[in-house]
C-alpha cells in the first residue's frame, strides 16, 4: 500500500522525498547522526497526509502536497539544522505566514465539509469565522508547544522571547485572514477563479465529500 501510495506522488514531489533519502543517507554515512536523524524525521512528516489521506479515503491535491513538504525542509531541514532561523531574519515571518494561509485553508475546507459542500447551508461570515478561528488555534498551540519545549527541555525554540511569540501570533492571524478571504470569494463567486483554485481542486478530487455542493 505504501507503495503504491508513493507511485502516485509527481515528480516534484517524488525528488524532494528523495532528496531527503540521500541526505539522511550521506549523513549516516558521514557519522552525521543528528542531520540523519533531522532528514528521516522530516521526510517521515512529509508522508504522513498522503498515508493518513489515503487512510480516509481523501485525494490530496498534488501541489498541496508538494507544498506541505517544501515547508517542512524549510522548516525543520533548513531552519533547525542549518540554522536558518538565525541567518535569515524573514525565515520564521515567511513560515509562519504560509503555515497559518494553510491551515486557514484547511480549515475552511473542513467547515464546508461539514456542510457537504452546501455554500448556503450557513451564513458565510459564520463558515469564515468558524476557519479563521481554527488556523488561530492551530498557531496558538504551536506557540504553546515553543513555550513548553523551552521551559521543560532548556531550547531555544521562542529565540527573543514574548517578541518572538507576539510576533508569530501576529503573522498567523493575518495569514488566517488572507485564508479565510480566499474561502469568503470562492463562497461568493459563481465561476471558478485563480483565487478559489485550491478550494476548487480539492472538491472536484472529493466529491463524494461534498454531495450537496452547487
Request: aromatic content about 16%; hydrophobic content about 55%.
Amino acid at each position: 500500500m505504501l507503495f503504491s501510495q508513493i507511485r502516485q506522488q509527481g515528480r516534484v514531489v517524488l525528488g524532494l522525498w528523495a532528496l531527503l533519502v540521500l541526505t539522511g543517507l550521506g549523513a549516516a554515512y558521514e557519522g552525521r547522526w543528528s542531520l540523519s536523524f533531522v532528514a528521516v524525521a522530516t521526510l517521515g512528516l512529509a508522508m504522513a497526509p498522503v498515508i493518513l489521506a489515503k487512510r480516509y479515503d481523501i485525494t490530496l491535491p498534488l501541489p498541496f502536497v508538494a507544498a506541505i513538504t517544501l515547508f517542512l525542509i524549510a522548516s525543520i531541514f533548513m531552519g533547525e539544522a542549518f540554522d536558518f532561523y538565525e541567518r535569515v531574519w524573514w525565515w520564521d515571518i515567511a513560515l509562519h505566514g504560509s503555515s497559518a494561509i494553510g491551515f486557514g485553508l484547511i480549515g475552511f475546507v473542513f467547515v464546508l465539509m461539514m456542510f457537504e459542500g452546501d455554500r448556503f447551508a450557513a451564513p458565510q461570515w459564520a463558515m469564515c469565522l468558524l476557519a479563521f478561528g481554527i488556523a488561530v488555534t492551530v498557531g496558538t498551540t504551536w506557540e504553546i508547544f515553543e513555550f513548553a519545549m523551552d521551559n521543560w527541555f532548556g531550547l531555544n525554540m521562542q529565540k527573543s522571547g514574548l517578541d518572538d511569540t507576539m510576533g508569530d501570533l501576529i503573522v498567523d492571524v493575518l495569514g488566517a485572514a488572507f485564508a479565510v478571504w480566499l474561502g469568503y470569494v470562492y463562497l461568493r463567486a459563481k465561476d471558478r477563479s485563480f483565487w478559489t483554485w485550491p478550494i476548487d481542486r480539492f472538491v472536484a478530487l472529493n466529491k463524494r465529500l461534498f454531495r450537496k455542493h452547487r
